[in-house]
């Protein structure tokens, strides 16, 4: 079982940055693949910025050159820097974490807005 701890959202003007934080309850060396996702009112959720073991990073169309993901294994973290937000850019956002063995596991979301 892994727990995972998101933190960083919040009210934002649009052209603002945040910076989300995901912390696991163990190790995050050995995971699979860890990404963030987000869900705004009325839709699907969708897969935000991913990173694998390997640091191969991808990102969805709408946020390449604006979101990087990053991951510091020492502190079991992984973030998401956002720049230049936009107002479609707000949603929950969760992170998820796939082990080595395939097993999936959520964050409880963090809501992010960006408005005027």
């Known amino acids: 079982q892994v727990q995972l701890v998101e933190s960083g959202g919040g009210l934002v003007q649009p052209g603002g940055s945040l910076r989300l934080s995901c912390t696991a309850s163990?190790?995050?060396?050995?995971?699979?693949?860890m990404g963030w996702y987000r869900q705004a009112p009325g839709k699907e959720r969708e897969l935000v910025a991913g990173i694998t073991q390997g640091g191969n990073r991808n990102y969805t169309d709408s946020v390449k050159g604006r979101f990087t993901i990053s991951r510091d294994n020492a502190k079991s973290t992984v973030y998401l820097e956002m720049n230049s937000l936009k107002p479609e850019d707000t949603a929950v956002y969760y992170c998820k974490l796939v082990t080595i063995t395939f097993w999936t596991f959520w964050g409880q979301g963090t809501q992010v807005t960006v408005s005027s």
């Open positions: 163990r190790s995050i060396v050995t995971m699979n693949y």
